[in-house]
């Protein structure tokens, strides 16, 4: 199970969990309009390819499986925060973003040499 593929060229990190498809419903109901404040999407790596210099590969983990995750958990909103894995190159996460609906912020990462104007 190690070297699960993820799509594109790459091989999950040995140790990494797969998605888990079938998480139940909680207990606890969070109160309405309540915010998961730091989420991640990963790849798909076909499409959104992960960094060369990352330190780890995980499985996919598409905007669409979090968005139902969150409406599962029955939260309103989420943060999604840029994943290391993907590096500088948000693609991933602007493009969860513009899919949510306004029910969507996040948290970019950018290059040193980035300057305050850009």
Do not use: I
Not at 38 to 43: A, E, K, Q
Not at 101 to 112: E, P, Q
């Amino acid at each position: 199970m190690n070297d699960k593929p993820t799509s594109g060229d790459f091989t999950k990190t040995a140790g990494w969990l797969d998605w888990y498809t079938g998480p139940s419903k909680p207990r606890f109901q969070v109160p309405a309009g309540s915010v998961d404040a730091h989420c991640h999407v990963f790849g798909p790596g076909a499409q959104f390819p992960y960094a060369p210099e990352r330190k780890y590969t995980p499985c996919d983990a598409s905007k669409q499986q979090l968005f139902a995750l969150r409406d599962h958990l029955g939260f309103a909103r989420n943060v999604v925060v840029q994943a290391t894995c993907h590096g500088a190159d948000n693609r991933a996460l602007v493009d969860a973003l513009q899919a949510a609906n306004g029910k969507a912020r996040g948290v970019a990462t950018v290059k040193r040499s980035v300057t305050d104007e850009e």
